[in-house]
């Protein structure tokens, strides 16, 4: 057994992404913003302050985690960020923005004309681009973030960039509620632009984003735009976009659209500006001059004011003094008309000011701040009536609800403009009745501009938003009949600048002259002015103004919930509540407000309440089309169309919120025929009855429900949601998402190899391998007709439109969240609960994963879906066409291969994607590249260095490197980010118990300290476990919790999956081969109740896969005794393999593995489930594995004489195997073993290595195999036995165990353990390394029957460890060659005199200044063996043995350091000076300068194993003390130093007195034997006492002892195989002695 074994590493490397829950808020952190920027102030739902700006929750980092455990949840690493945010104050105008911020500053000293202006901002902003990366912004060729930006691996990293969003975009559109990103569908779980960008209708912890982006809606007809008489356009002075910039990628005109630039305007071009990367031609126009600014003193009128008052006074057309024609009204149309511009751009100028800081913080390499867009109120429209004075009178009772739905339906289309005109270009105006009539597009003109005679341009079109309108009453020139009349507002304030808020304080005091000049019954200028005063920061005026709209039309649910904003800017949150519930209740398709509401509650950690109003949003709008005619389904039914896939309801696991959103029934709600836009192509396409503009709403509400459930840990649910978004988004052609996975596997194979589509019974269960190349075109051949998702068929706005967009974004997000539940659950049974699993599992998710990478081509899907193929171990059937680029050891066209190819693919879409270089190291690693894998892992800490996943990863990597100093650091600096981060926390501890660094290692107190005795406080000083009040603490019970919660979780793996047509299945297939025929009803019957009271309960998984492997290889047995001995024929289903359930998931590893067992102080029954649950985990892998046949192997030939026995091992090169075992294989007797050699590991070209290769009679160097080859060959070589020379140490290739290739498989020598896997049959060991009392009761293991019986995997008993039979050897199990491989075996034998002189000259050349009578105790083992009770005891030895010195070895150096530090702490100057270290020795001076020792303390924890071989060869005596029953690292240095001894009385003596018994009694031995040991002055090395005895007895005996007998051991190895082999023939089980075998002679 090997001292020297490198811990078994796990590669940690998660899972993206992918839906996360949603993070908790945290403080803000206050915006430092440049001098030049306006300091935006802060929007809380808490608190009563809201602004211009807002300062959000940090981004979160969606945590893609691959380990070998399987891929980890989704989690989220929130930092806390100091809350210094500015409070929203009534300031002045003037204090709007800080002094001297430019372009807005209205305090400047300096005036500038317009082109200095624009020159200084041209300048300014170009600064600003050129500090960022030349990759960033509208530069970039592809649609995603700035590489220049590390971006986390959310769930779906697939948004187009920020785009600075210009206030032209505004134009006759519908204006919703707020500022929001640039891209609003793209779901919760989405980071955007600036790694803090949009989340789609919720943020990411679930707040609803207040506005959608302009683009979603119809482009605008007129783009120009207006100031106030003396104003330029806003452009002109501002340093944001022009009404021409561009806003995405799609070209545009720079003209309105639908029609020619208009001969003889006034108009004149701005020079050009570098916006997106394209040069803009920004119009200006001559102000008007209709509504006129106050004659203020000195102010002179405009020659252009003047020519048109001339004109007004010579026309001769009367004017009506009243109505809607009136002057009075047309004026005031022309004035709300400019003031609802001044609106928009103010909203848009608080939605750049916020991308400029963005920008800007960027350039300037600060972090960037996550915004939430405040909530702005929508504006009112233009009375399709136009103005009239008069209070609209009361509707009717029965109307109203009617009228409400109505308005609804009008208010949140956003593809209805505010005009009138639907999306499909039909006008739609109101009658006197308010019924909808449309108006077809031939019979409207194109709208011209009337222009007067010279040539003015009819700025009344182009100023108002409504401007195809128009052309039906095209107001004329105001003439008058007699005298002159003129509408002169009383004097206003001049604007003090041109920004936009202050033309925005211009227009609320037009509205208000207005208002008050209509006695204050014009409720759309009133709605008007309270968001013009909200959007200036004055709510409480707000609040009023929409009191008064509601006081005039209580059900104006515009105003209700624009009110419900200003309430919330108050802080008066419970009072917005109840007008978003009331708005929600009324009209459930208000978008705004539903979405409002929902984002309110999602802040207040209220996601199920937020979950109940999108279900009773489901509920209210689900649309079932009958007869063609619309109609109200039961709201009470299913939230979707499609049961198979329904959202459950969460009202029915939770209790009922404070409202009950179905209290009211249906009441409120009309038939559908009475709707707005019922009458629309692609009504109800979506399953809801809303129009098609609406559809990307309701599917972003369905996502964010998904979403919200998944923060809630209802994965069951969150899947559901997330189907029916994905069914919404393909057409509802599917009844669940099997049919779509079915459908997209079928068209996918036919296309990729040219044949028809498959039926669903046809499909093959292997997944289907496609290169990045070939998945992009997934979406394509599933929806061939269109070429695109069908739910886009009623969306306007082409392939480039950003509705269109945002739709598919959100259809890809949820195919990729959905396919990640799916995934997760796979690996984790916790994560699994409520998820109806897909029918193939890996195949099945890989198509979700295309279609979704083929929607929208994202980094974290080619993440996922690396992840998925790294552990497909199938090759495709196109390999030689897949792999451009040779990779060593890897096969072309396997998983591995295409996984390799899609993390580069992601890392072309972003390279400063951390998830993506953390998975690409660790494939890496287990390919062998380290030094490669280590730079990805730099890489990803680069992109992001709070990433744990690639702290942790880069810490293994490099303590794989030997630099354990580097490892340390990285672990502390994942454990600072992510505390509860079990593969960092163990790491750590793992590293400083490495190296002896106990500072705050605390201990175990558990069994009143018998496993853990002395423990270490935080200031390094030793604890007492046996003290009363003692408590177990430190880091290393943070260890031992974590594996005993992930232990106590594994128990409830695959609770379920038993399925009755399975269970029938394998009974029929057992019984048939196994008992008489007559008595299999019977036998049937009672293996039936055993198997369903297995369903359901604790340990099913374990059950359930430990019966298929004991099936498998009762199956084998079968078909040899036919074959062989019965000499019959079966038919060849007989002999088909037992298959796992499909919806079995594979289960996680606990993070500390099994050989860190060793020194880690664990009960037996949590060191017995460590090792099962990797056992049950490797099975799981193989049994899917594609590549094993139908049938179970077919068994080896019988011995012809000789048994064929294969060994299996990665350390036939030098290594402590090859030491101890070079010579067994070429000493096998060819008459009872041929022994097979199969090398996992390329050759090192070393002696050991050379020796087996030559003696082996068949050497096989499987090193660049797979294991389906290496597995093949092992059965195509007829090996009767395998062997496993590794268990869990690293390079072990168990996988090929699990696949049964063999009748009987055994392991020794490679791991000091049980393995608790059904693929391994037998232990070589003995009765003091493996007592008895720590075996599993039931001992047969034979049949299924025994398996049945068997408590292997279940059961509260901890007393026992082993579940294999064991063989127990006649001597030591410890194989040692060292008889013909020591540095002195083939010299001449010395004398015990010369030998004592050698050994004195030795001692003198390493330690010439230790004294001759000095006593050294030394220890050769490496450091992570000592811990702090053994090394107590050591130092208490050195204190009660004054003349005696302590010899460690720097096995690592940093532990030379700690230790002595320690001993410092612990012990008096004297003690500590006397522990002394020296470097490790190569092998044979290792073996030779041992005898230098007088005595060697062995470490109780972990012995010496190789280690105490080379001791007792050189005559060294070793004192050991087995701590622990159960644990057989423990007990090794007992069994080998029994094997060294005589086998006589005196050698049992020894033994007694070199065993000890407990702590004490080995101190006591230790001092004992070190006072007895004299060296008389001049003795040259001769000493006396019992040391001096016991090292000539064991320098004489080892040339007979049977340790070192390699010989006697390979032929009681040769009779052990025999017995095996034989009871395997007659069908029978249990442990071996070999003690009642007589000895054979070979």
């Known amino acids: 057994m090997m001292d020297d074994n490198m811990l078994q590493y796990a590669h940690a490397n998660r899972v993206t992404d992918v839906p996360q829950p949603f993070a908790p808020d945290v403080p803000d952190r206050a915006e430092q913003l440049p001098p030049s920027l306006p300091r935006p102030r802060t929007s809380h739902y808490a ?17 893609r985690r691959k380990t070998p455990n399987g891929t980890l949840n989704a989690g989220f690493e929130v930092s806390a960020q100091a809350d210094s945010t500015y409070k929203s104050q009534q300031r002045p105008r003037d204090e709007l923005y800080g002094r001297g911020s430019a372009p807005y500053a209205h305090g400047a000293q300096v005036r500038m004309t317009f082109s200095e202006h624009q020159l200084q901002r041209q300048r300014a902003t170009q600064t600003v681009l050129n500090q960022m990366s030349t990759n960033a912004w509208s530069t970039l060729p592809s649609q995603y973030l700035p590489q220049s930006f590390p971006v986390m691996d959310s769930m779906l990293q697939q948004v187009p960039m920020q785009q600075y969003q210009s206030a032209q975009a505004y134009y006759n559109q519908s204006i919703p509620c707020g500022v929001q990103p640039s891209f609003h569908y793209v779901g919760p779980t989405a980071s955007g632009g600036l790694g803090a960008g949009p989340y789609g209708p919720y943020w990411h912890d679930g707040t609803a984003a207040a506005v959608r982006d302009p683009r979603h809606y119809p482009q605008p007809v007129n783009q120009w735009q207006y100031a106030p008489n003396g104003h330029h356009f806003l452009s002109s002075s501002c340093g944001w976009p022009s009404a021409g910039s561009r806003l995405d990628n799609a070209p545009q005109s720079l003209h309105p659209q639908g029609h020619e630039m208009m001969s003889g305007a006034s108009y004149f071009t701005g020079p050009a500006k ?43 057309e009367p004017i009506v003094d009243y109505g809607s024609k009136s002057p009075n009204a047309v004026q005031r149309d022309k004035a709300f008309a400019w003031a609802l511009q001044q609106y928009r751009d103010l909203l848009a100028f608080i939605q750049h000011t916020k991308r400029q800081h963005q920008a800007m913080r960027h350039a300037t390499g600060h972090p960037p701040v996550a915004h939430r867009p405040s909530f702005f109120p929508q504006p009112p429209r233009l009375s399709q009536t136009r103005s009239s004075f008069a209070v609209p009178q009361r509707r009717r009772k029965s109307t109203i609800h009617t009228d409400i739905t109505a308005r609804a339906r009008r208010s949140s289309d956003p593809a209805r403009s505010r005009d009138g005109l639907d999306s499909q270009g039909v006008k739609v105006c109101d009658d006197d009745s308010e019924t909808p009539r449309a108006q077809t597009p031939a019979m409207r003109s194109p709208v011209q501009g009337d222009k007067s005679a010279d040539g003015d341009i009819d700025y009344l079109r182009m100023s108002s938003p409504q401007s195809n309108e128009w052309h039906e009453n095209r107001p004329r020139a105001l003439r008058r009949s007699t005298g002159s009349y003129q509408i002169s507002p009383p004097p206003r304030p001049h604007p003090q600048d041109n920004s936009p808020p202050s033309r925005a304080t211009v227009a609320l005091s037009f509205i208000t002259e207005l208002c008050q000049d209509s006695g204050w019954q014009w409720t759309e200028g009133m709605h008007l002015g309270g968001c013009l005063a909200y959007g200036l920061g004055d709510y409480k005026k707000a609040e009023s103004w929409y009191s008064q709209v509601l006081d005039q039309d209580p059900e104006h649910l515009e105003a209700l919930s624009n009110l419900a904003a200003a309430l919330l800017a108050l802080g008066r949150k419970p009072e917005a509540e109840r007008h978003w519930v009331r708005v929600v209740k009324t009209a459930p398709s208000h978008f705004e407000a539903v979405e409002h509401l929902v984002g309110m509650l999602c802040h207040d950690h209220r996601s199920r309440d937020a979950i109940r109003v999108i279900e009773h949003v489901e509920r209210s709008l689900r649309y ?72 990307g709403r309701i599917l972003a509400l369905i996502h964010a429900k998904g979403n919200m459930l998944y923060s809630v840990g209802d994965n069951g649910g969150a899947a559901k949601a997330f189907e029916d978004a994905v069914l919404i988004a393909v057409g509802r052609h599917f009844t669940n998402v099997q049919g779509l996975v079915d459908h997209i596997l079928r068209v996918v194979t036919a296309r990729l190899y040219n044949t028809k589509p498959e039926q669903p019974a046809r499909l093959s269960y292997d997944p289907l391998l496609l290169t990045p190349e070939q998945a992009l075109s997934t979406a394509k051949a599933c929806f061939p007709a269109l070429g695109e998702l069908p ?65 929208q081509p994202s980094p974290s899907t080619a993440n996922n879906v690396g992840i998925l193929l790294a552990g497909v171990p199938q090759v495709a059937r196109s390999a030689h066409m897949m792999q451009k680029v040779e990779v060593p050891g890897v096969v072309p066209g396997s998983g591995i291969a295409l996984a390799l190819q899609y993390y580069n693919y992601g890392l072309q879409l972003d390279q400063h994607h951390a998830h993506l270089y953390t998975n690409l190291g660790s494939l890496l690693k287990d390919i062998g590249q380290l030094d490669a894998a280590i730079t990805m892992y730099e890489r990803a800490v680069k ?286 007797s060819r008459k009872r073993v041929e022994a097979y050699c199969y090398a996992t590991t390329a050759s090192d070209n070393s002696i050991h290595r050379r020796q087996i290769q030559d003696e082996a009679p068949h050497f096989r160097d499987a090193s660049g195999w797979t294991a389906e080859r290496l597995v093949n060959q092992i059965v195509r070589d007829g090996i009767h036995i395998l062997v496993n020379l590794n268990g869990y140490t690293r390079g072990a290739r168990n996988e090929v165990f699990a696949a049964r290739p063999a009748p009987i498989q055994m392991a020794f020598m490679g791991f000091a353990g049980t393995l608790g896997a059904e693929w391994c049959d037998y232990l070589l060991a003995d009765e003091t390394s493996i007592p008895p009392s720590t075996l599993r009761p039931w001992r047969r293991n034979v049949d299924v029957e025994d398996q049945l019986a068997d408590d292997n995997n279940g059961g509260d008993d901890s007393s026992w460890v082993y579940g294999e039979n064991i063989i127990y050897c006649r001597d030591t199990f410890f194989c040692c060659d060292h008889r013909q491989s020591a ?143 159960y644990k057989m690292c423990s007990r090794m240095a007992a069994s080998i130093l029994k094997g060294a001894l005589p086998k006589n009385a005196e050698g049992g003596q020894v033994a007694v007195e070199l065993i000890a018994t407990s702590e004490e009694d080995y101190e006591e031995k230790a001092v004992s034997l070190g006072k007895s040991l004299l060296y008389p002055p001049g003795s040259q090395g001769v000493g006396q006492g019992r040391l001096v005895e016991l090292r000539h007895m064991l320098y004489e005996a080892r040339w007979n002892s049977g340790l070192f007998d390699t010989k006697r051991w390979t032929s009681d190895l040769e009779d052990a195989y025999e017995e095996a082999w034989r009871r395997w023939v007659a069908g029978e089980g249990g442990d071996i002695w070999l003690s009642d075998i007589p000895r054979k002679e070979s």
Not at 284 to 301: A, E
Not at 1409 to 1433: H, M, S, W
Request: charged share 20%; net charge neutral.
């Open 943 to 1228: 992109c992001d260095g709070r990433f744990d996943i690639a702290l942790a990863n880069l810490a293994n990597a490099v303590k794989d490197k030997g630099r354990i100093s580097d490892a340390i650091g990285f672990y502390k600096r994942a454990v600072e980010v992510n505390p509860d981060f079990a593969e960092a926390v163990c790491g750590l501890a793992n590293a400083l118990n490495s190296v002896c660094g106990w500072q705050s290692r605390g201990g175990i107190a558990d069994d009143g300290g018998r496993r853990d005795r002395w423990h270490v406080d935080r200031n390094g000083m030793l604890l007492d476990a046996r003290q009363p009040g003692a408590t177990s603490s430190g880091w290393i019970k943070r260890v031992v919790d974590i594996v005993e919660k992930q232990l106590v979780d594994g128990e409830s793996w695959g609770r379920g999956v038993l399925q009755p047509a399975m269970l029938e299945k394998m009974l029929l297939q057992v019984l048939i081969l196994d008992g008489p025929l007559e008595d299999a009803i019977e036998r049937q019957d009672s293996l039936r109740q055993v198997l369903m009271s297995w369903h359901d309960q604790k340990w099913e998984g374990a059950r359930l896969t430990r019966l298929v492997e004991r099936a498998t290889r009762r199956i084998s047995w079968h078909r040899y005794q036919d074959l062989h001995v019965r000499k019959q024929r079966r038919t060849s289903t007989s002999y088909d393999r037992p298959q796992l359930p499909a919806n079995l998931s594979v289960p996680t590893a606990p993070t500390v593995l099994p050989f860190h067992t060793f020194t880690t102080p664990m009960s037996p029954k949590q060191i017995r489930l460590i090792s099962q649950r990797n056992g049950l985990r490797i099975s799981v892998c193989t049994l899917r594995a594609p590549w094993l046949p139908k049938e179970v192997y077919p068994p080896p030939l019988p011995p012809s004489p000789q048994l064929r026995v294969g060994y299996v091992s990665s350390d036939f090169n030098n290594h402590p195997l090859a030491h101890l075992m070079q010579s067994v294989f070429g000493m096998h």
């Open 47 to 63: 608190g009563p302050s809201q602004g211009f700006g807002e300062v959000s929750h940090h981004a979160e980092n969606t945590l």
């Open 1383 to 1525: 540095p002195d075996a083939k010299e001449p034998k010395v004398s015990w005199s010369e030998e004592q002189a050698r050994r004195w000259a030795m001692r003198r050349e390493l330690f010439p200044n230790i004294p001759d009578d000095a006593v050294i105790f030394g220890n050769f083992n490496q450091l992570y063996k000592i811990e702090p009770t053994t090394f107590r005891t050591w130092l208490r030895i050195l204190a009660r043995v004054p003349n005696a010195i302590l010899w460690l070895l720097r096995f690592p150096d940093l532990g030379e350091s700690h230790l002595l530090n320690t001993a410092r702490q612990w012990a008096t100057p004297d003690v500590a000076s006397r522990v002394i270290f020296t470097d490790v020795a190569p092998k044979q001076l290792h073996i030779s300068r041992a005898r230098v020792c007088d005595l060697v303390i062995d470490t109780p924890e972990c012995n010496a194993h190789t280690t105490a071989a080379d001791v007792l060869w050189s005559g060294t005596p070793l004192l050991t003390l087995p701590r622990y029953e």
């Open 791 to 855: 739910f886009l068929k009623y969306i306007p706005g082409g392939s480039t439109g950003m509705q269109r967009k945002a739709i598919i974004s959100t259809t890809s997000n949820s195919l990729l969240s959905l396919a990640k539940i799916f995934q997760d659950g796979m690996s984790n049974s916790s994560r699994a609960v409520g998820v109806t699993p897909l029918q193939a599992g890996v195949r099945d998710i890989l198509a979700l994963y295309y279609l979704s990478l083929a929607l």
């Open 624 to 695: 079932s089309n009958k007869s063609d005619t619309p109609s109200v389904s039961d709201r009470r039914s299913e939230c979707s169309v499609s049961n198979a896939s329904r959202s459950p309801a969460i009202s029915d696991v939770t209790d009922k919120i404070s409202y009950d959103f179905e209290a009211d029934g249906d009441a409120s709600m009309s038939d559908w025929k009475d709707l707005v836009g019922a009458s629309e192509p692609g009504f109800g396409s979506s399953g809801f009855a809303i129009p098609p503009s609406d559809n």
């Open 274 to 316: 570098p916006m997106g990367g394209y040069a803009l031609q920004v119009p200006y126009v001559l102000p008007p001059t209709t509504v006129h600014l106050p004659q203020g003193p000195g102010r002179l009128q405009s020659t252009h004011e003047r020519s048109y008052a001339a004109k007004l006074e010579a026309s001769s």
